[in-house]
């Protein structure tokens, strides 16, 4: 099973901005639809809340809490699907993960969870 790579995360004040990458190494990232997922505060076996999606042809899907802050895009020339996270707020605090899943309504999860990284706002 596949596992797929996190990074970007860090310690942000209210308001500013950070930006997530997600990388698949050894595998094409480009023939699959790419969430992202939230746990706050990690925990085995909690479940991880969807936060955004982009589908193979760049639909972009985002849940209500970070609808018009967030945006997530895909480079395939760098195998590469990033999360733009900006006007970040306290609640916004979680580990979090990206997995590659059969599409953004319903799915299933077709990779590995990975270690995630943490966003941390705070003042």
């Known amino acids: 099973q596949v596992q797929l790579v996190e990074s970007g995360g860090g310690l942000v004040q209210p308001g500013g901005s950070l930006r997530l990458s997600c990388t698949a190494p050894?595998?094409?990232?480009?023939?699959?639809?790419v969430g992202w997922f939230r746990q706050a505060p990690p925990a085995p076996g909690k479940e991880h809340e969807g936060?955004?999606?982009?589908?193979?042809?760049?639909?972009?899907y985002y849940s209500e809490f970070v609808k018009g802050r967030f945006t997530v895009s895909r480079d395939n020339a760098e195998n590469t699907v990033y999360l733009e996270m900006k006007r970040l707020k306290a609640e916004d605090t979680g580990q979090y993960y990206c997995?590659?899943?059969?599409?953004?309504?319903?799915?299933?999860?077709?990779?590995?969870w990975g270690q995630g990284t943490q966003v941390t706002v705070s003042s």
């Open positions: 997995a590659a899943i059969s599409g953004c309504s319903t799915y299933i999860y077709l990779s590995d």
């Open positions: 050894g595998f094409t990232l480009d023939n699959y639809t």
């Open positions: 936060v955004s999606c982009v589908s193979v042809d760049g639909m972009t």
